[in-house]
T-cell receptor
Framework: DQQVKQNSPSLSVQEGRISILNCDYT??????FLWYKKYPAEGPTFLIS?????DKNEDGRFTVFLNKSAKHLSLHIVPSQPGDSAVYFC?????????????FGKGTKLSVKP | DAGVIQSPRHEVTEMGQEVTLRCKPI?????LFWYRQTMMRGLELLIY????????DSGMPEDRFSAKMPNASFSTLKIQPSEPRDSAVYFC?????????FGSGTRLTVV
């Protein structure tokens, strides 16, 4: 059973527009959520995170929104740039419990077209 | 710091052979994780260690897979015997808590 789901395997957006990547989770014990970005032939790199006590976190062009009641989070990229083209992984972790491991979604491949 | 270092970057082996993947975590990180990435399953956790002790190996697919962490600066993931369905990219990651740092991965191809 997948605890973290990214239902869109791919997304294509025009340069300058907004990219919205979605993520759903099932485990209400998750208390921290992260987004990772992955280029081909490289390991995932940390992008932005949000604690479960917040509903929004912003860092430059990247904003993550958390809706705990819906068990849903989203990553907004505004404006999108061709260099943002990569696979984006949503991840969740339960730091408050005994499970310290990151659970990942399957990823969404974002293509930003010039 | 050089980050999490994995070797080899690429490995091609024949079915039935033993394969050993290596990882050097970031110094001071007390958690180490092994992940496998496939198209079908995305990034899935295989096993993780805390202070060199395996904590959760429920993600290890079969007895053919084993992982060790003999000291704080080194871990191995071994597959014996390897099968074509083991072909994937294997990532090692380390952390002290909040932020995970990933290695560049080992692309394993079993023919």
């Amino acid at each position: 059973d997948q605890q973290v789901k990214q239902n869109s395997p791919s997304l294509s957006v025009q340069e300058g527009r907004i990219s919205i990547l979605n993520c759903d989770y099932t485990n209400s014990m998750f208390d921290y959520f992260l987004w990772y970005k992955k280029y081909p032939a490289e390991g995932p790199t940390f992008l932005i995170s949000i604690s479960s006590i917040k509903d929004k976190n912003e860092d430059g062009r990247f904003t993550v929104f958390l809706n705990k009641s819906a068990k849903h989070l989203s990553l907004h990229i505004v404006p999108s740039q061709p260099g943002d083209s990569a696979v984006y992984f949503c991840a969740a972790v339960n730091y408050g419990g005994s499970q310290g491991n990151l659970i990942f979604g399957k990823g969404t491949k974002l293509s930003v077209k010039p | 710091d050089a980050g999490v270092i994995q070797s080899p970057r690429h490995e091609v082996t024949e079915m039935g052979q033993e394969v050993t993947l290596r990882c050097k975590p970031i110094s001071g990180h007390d958690y180490l994780f092994w992940y496998r990435q496939t198209m079908m399953r995305g990034l899935e956790l295989l096993i993780y260690f805390n202070n060199n002790v395996p904590i959760d190996d429920s993600g290890m697919p079969e007895d053919r897979f084993s992982a060790k962490m003999p000291n704080a600066s080194f871990s191995t993931l071994k597959i014996q015997p390897s099968e074509p369905r083991d072909s994937a990219v294997y990532f090692c990651a380390s952390t002290t808590g909040t932020l995970f740092a990933f290695g560049s991965g080992t692309r394993l191809t079993v023919v």
